[in-house]
Every structure is written in C-alpha cells, then in structure tokens.
C-alpha cells in the first residue's frame, strides 16, 4: 500500500526458504520466503512499522509489518544478531 518503505544497501548475506515451526505458523502453514541483510544497511525510509511476537514459544523473531494492509517487511531475530 505504500504506506511503511524501507531500503538497504549492501550485500545480501544469505537468500531462501524457511519452514521452521514459527515461519509455518506465520505463514499459515507453509515456509516463508527470505534474505538476510546486514542491519546497519537496512532502514525505514517512510511511515514505522508495526511489530509482533509470539509470546507462546522462547526467543521468538520479532516480525515487522505494516499495520494499514498487514504486509510482512521485515524479521529480527535472536538467531541471527545484526542482520535483517
């Protein structure tokens, strides 16, 4: 919807599919499509997005999203320190 944009520069450290438990409950089942970036690369350009994490599991990834159309844009996670 436009409303939350992001934008990194830099390399993109890792690209693929996740389908551990938590992707395939956010995903409503299947994986989750991803790539990792560096975080001191990446950065809200416009609008701020809204973040949830499980409360039900240990160490969840903290999922970013924009809270008008819900659109998944970003995860930070604890098992992958500095990146995006």
């Not at 949830?52 to 160490?59: H, L, M, N, P, V």
């Not at 903290?62 to 990146?83: D, I, M, V």
Request: glycine share 14%; proline share 6%; with cysteine.
């Amino acid at each position: 919807c436009g409303e939350v944009r992001y934008r990194f520069a830099g390399p993109i450290a890792m690209k693929g599919m996740c389908f551990c438990r938590e992707c395939q409950h956010v995903s409503g089942g299947g994986g989750t499509i991803a790539m990792i970036v560096p975080e001191d690369s990446f950065r809200y350009t416009q609008g701020a997005p809204k973040t949830f994490a499980r409360t039900d599991i240990e160490a969840p990834a903290a999922r970013e999203f924009c809270g008008t159309c819900g659109t998944h844009l970003a995860t930070r996670s604890q098992r992958t320190p500095g990146s995006v």
